[in-house]
Structure formats: structure tokens, C-alpha cells
């Protein structure tokens, strides 16, 4: 698959269907993610990959309203980082924009291999770190949530979210953010 053809398939879809999580798909996606550029090649991105079905269902309990339909994941990746894992050049810090890069790469890998790994940031940051014993100086920056699309929208999805399943969200259009020569 072409990356443009896996940027244009990515989506953020909530009406999923088990799907078989191997370990040669972790490493697989692992690599992938560990490929992406970072400061000084720092490499601040941290994963943990919860598939025991004991540890998916505590994961599952700190999510919030809303993301309801989470509960049918196969796997839902931490996607974690410091500070101190990145460079910090004068007062900015690197670790979330490294760590989205790697992320990034991972969720078009997934697209690739026709799974869904959908980002979300509703979910109880610190419940997660207990139940990953994630240390407190790491900041949980997403949750992926990842199983395979289903060919039927789910029933306890809002209307909004239905309506997400078959069109997408609308974007700016690229002259609302891309700029040439000088801003504005
Ligand atoms: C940082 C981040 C947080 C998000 N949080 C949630 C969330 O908590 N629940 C949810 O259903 N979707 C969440 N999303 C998914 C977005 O709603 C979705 O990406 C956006 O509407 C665009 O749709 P598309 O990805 O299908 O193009 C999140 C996405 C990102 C990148």
C-alpha cells in the first residue's frame, strides 16, 4: 500500500469486531513506530501493549463517557513519554510531538495491515498508570484503541458518531492552514 493510500483509509472508526493479537503483530507495529525521526534521535516513545483480557477490562473501566464503544477492543495500546526522555531545547519540549510522530507511523502501519487504531484522550490518565504501573513522571499522552472495522455500525454509537462511521469528520481546507512565504 502507497502511505498516501493509508493516510486517505485511516480512520477513527468505533464500530469494531474482535481481531487476533499476535506477538509478531506488536513487533511488527513496535517497528514500525520505532522508525520515526525524534530529537537527537532521543526515541521518547513508550508502549504498552495490554491484550490480556483481565488487564483490557481494568483499561477498559477508566474510560469515559463516551467511548463506550471501546469496550470491543482487541488490544488498546498506552502511548506514553517524559520529559526527561527528549530533548528540552531552551523551554521547549519535544517528548509529545516525537511520540506523535511515532505514533502516527504506527497508526498507518495498522491501516496498512486493515486494522483500526483509533486515538483517543478520554480516559482516566492516572487508573491507567496504576493498572500499567507506568511511574508518575510519564504522561499518558493517548490510548489506542484497535480491533477490526466492522461491516455494520454499532448500535450504541450517538448519532453524530453513526454519522462519523460513514462520512468523515469535515476538515479546514488547506488554505485555511498552510501558508506560503510568510504567515498570513
Ligand atoms: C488526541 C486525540 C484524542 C481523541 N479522543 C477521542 C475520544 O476520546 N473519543 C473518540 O471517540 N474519538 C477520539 N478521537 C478521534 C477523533 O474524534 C477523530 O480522529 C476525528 O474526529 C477525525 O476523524 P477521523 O480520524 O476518522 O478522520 C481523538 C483523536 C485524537 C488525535
Redesign the pocket.
Known amino acids: 500500500m502507497k502511505v498516501k493510500e493509508a493516510i486517505e483509509k ?5 464500530s469494531l469486531e474482535k481481531v487476533e493479537i499476535t506477538d509478531e503483530l506488536i513487533k511488527d507495529l513496535s517497528q514500525s513506530a520505532s522508525l520515526s525521526p525524534s530529537c537527537f534521535n532521543k526515541q521518547p516513545w513508550r508502549f504498552v501493549f495490554v491484550k490480556g483480557q483481565e488487564q483490557l477490562k481494568k483499561i477498559k473501566r477508566t ?2 463517557k ?2 463506550e ?2 469496550e470491543k477492543a482487541s488490544l488498546i495500546i498506552a502511548v506514553f513519554s517524559s520529559k526527561e526522555d527528549d530533548c528540552i531545547i531552551k523551554d521547549k519540549e519535544y517528548y509529545f510531538f516525537d511520540t506523535g510522530m511515532a505514533t502516527a507511523f504506527l497508526i498507518l502501519r495498522a491501516t496498512e495491515l486493515d486494522l483500526v487504531a ?6 482516566d490518565e492516572d487508573k491507567v498508570k496504576e493498572f500499567l504501573n507506568i511511574p508518575e513522571n510519564y504522561r499518558i ?2 490510548l489506542l ?1 484497535v480491533g477490526k472495522k466492522s461491516s455494520t455500525i454499532s448500535n450504541e454509537l450517538s448519532d453524530w ?1 453513526k454519522e ?1 462511521e460513514v462520512k ?2 469535515e ?1 479546514k481546507s488547506p488554505d485555511e492552514f498552510s501558508f506560503i512565504d510568510k504567515f498570513r
Open positions: 485511516r480512520r477513527a472508526y468505533r474510560l469515559s463516551g467511548n464503544w471501546a483509533h486515538p483517543i484522550a478520554g480516559f499522552i493517548t484503541i458518531q462519523a468523515r469528520p476538515r
